[in-house]
Every structure is written in structure tokens, then in C-alpha cells.
């Protein structure tokens, strides 16, 4: 099973924002799509990532005045990313030891997704929830 598997059953919307974009508009972004990362691309690639957790060391450090600064300035860079034919098993192991909780699915230097951790769980939750059912089914057929 590989990450594209995770990006079919998903839809291929990706929020993305620009390394020039203010920190404050990207967090606007966060509030408005209820989401908590989002990829940033420059020139069509992959430069960074913006995630809460980067927000949250920016105003520990400059407070709300960083959230004039520019993204580019405070995104985690360079990005860890994967492509589509990347094991869904691996993306959980690369995500718990880079301690990462999105990841770009890159294809080409093209961004085609984005995944979360959350993700992933649930693919493997529905997975190992299918195969008790598909014992279950057996046990009771024998």
C-alpha cells in the first residue's frame, strides 16, 4: 500500500501558500480550512512547510509582531517530502522518527498532496479494522 492510494481516497485539494505571504495570512488560511499545515510553493516547487507547531515557536519568540514577518522567514525549510509510490508503513516510520506530522507528496519536483499523520492512522485503522472483519467472516463460514 503507498501514500497515492492515501491521495485517491482524499481528493487532490491542497491548500498551499507562498514563501512571500505574511505569517498572518497563513494563519488565517489554518482558521478558514481548519487545517494545520500547509505546503509553500515557490516557482512551482516544494520550498517549506508552515505548520502550527513553527507559529508557535515564532510568537514564543518575537511575540505578535512576528506575525507581520514573511513566511519564508520562519516555514520549516527544506521540507521532508515523499512521492506517490512511498509505503504508507515507511511515511508512519519517517513521520514518528523526523517527528513531522504533514508531509508533500511530490512527484516530478510537482507537488500532488499532502498528507498528515492523521491520515495515515486512519488508512491503517480502516485497514486493520477490514482484516478483522474479513476473519471474522471466515471463522463463521468454517
Same mark, same amino acid.
Given at each position: 500500500?503507498?501514500?497515492?492510494l492515501?491521495?485517491?481516497?482524499?481528493?487532490? =485539494?491542497?491548500?498551499?501558500?507562498?514563501?512571500?505571504?505574511?505569517?498572518c495570512?497563513?494563519?488565517?488560511?489554518?482558521?478558514?480550512?481548519?487545517?494545520?499545515?500547509?505546503p509553500?510553493?515557490?516557482?512551482?516547487k516544494?520550498?517549506?512547510?508552515?505548520?502550527?507547531?513553527d507559529l508557535?515557536h515564532?510568537?514564543?519568540?518575537?511575540?505578535?509582531?512576528? %506575525? =507581520?514577518?514573511?513566511?519564508?522567514?520562519?516555514?520549516?525549510?527544506p521540507?521532508?517530502?515523499?512521492?506517490?509510490?512511498?509505503?504508507?508503513?515507511?511515511? %508512519?516510520?519517517l513521520?514518528?522518527?523526523r517527528?513531522?506530522?504533514h508531509?508533500?507528496?511530490?512527484e516530478?519536483g510537482?507537488?500532488v498532496?499532502?498528507i498528515?499523520?492523521? =491520515?495515515?492512522?486512519?488508512?491503517?485503522?480502516?485497514?486493520?479494522?477490514?482484516?478483522?472483519?474479513?476473519?471474522? =467472516?471466515?471463522i463463521?463460514?468454517?
Amino acid at each position: 500500500m503507498t501514500v497515492s492510494l492515501i491521495l485517491e481516497n482524499r481528493g487532490q =485539494d491542497t491548500v498551499t501558500a507562498g514563501p512571500d505571504m505574511k505569517v498572518c495570512d497563513v494563519v488565517k488560511l489554518f482558521a478558514e480550512k481548519r487545517i494545520g499545515a500547509v505546503p509553500i510553493i515557490d516557482g512551482g516547487k516544494v520550498v517549506g512547510i508552515m505548520s502550527e507547531r513553527d507559529l508557535v515557536h515564532l510568537v514564543a519568540r518575537d511575540g505578535k509582531d512576528g %506575525l =507581520d514577518r514573511k513566511v519564508s522567514e520562519v516555514m520549516t525549510s527544506p521540507p521532508i517530502t515523499v512521492d506517490p509510490n512511498y509505503a504508507i508503513l515507511s511515511a %508512519l516510520g519517517l513521520m514518528t522518527r523526523r517527528r513531522v506530522r504533514h508531509l508533500p507528496v511530490v512527484e516530478d519536483g510537482r507537488l500532488v498532496g499532502f498528507i498528515s499523520i492523521g =491520515d495515515l492512522v486512519k488508512h491503517r485503522m480502516d485497514r486493520i479494522e477490514q482484516d478483522a472483519q474479513a476473519m471474522r =467472516d471466515y471463522i463463521q463460514a468454517v
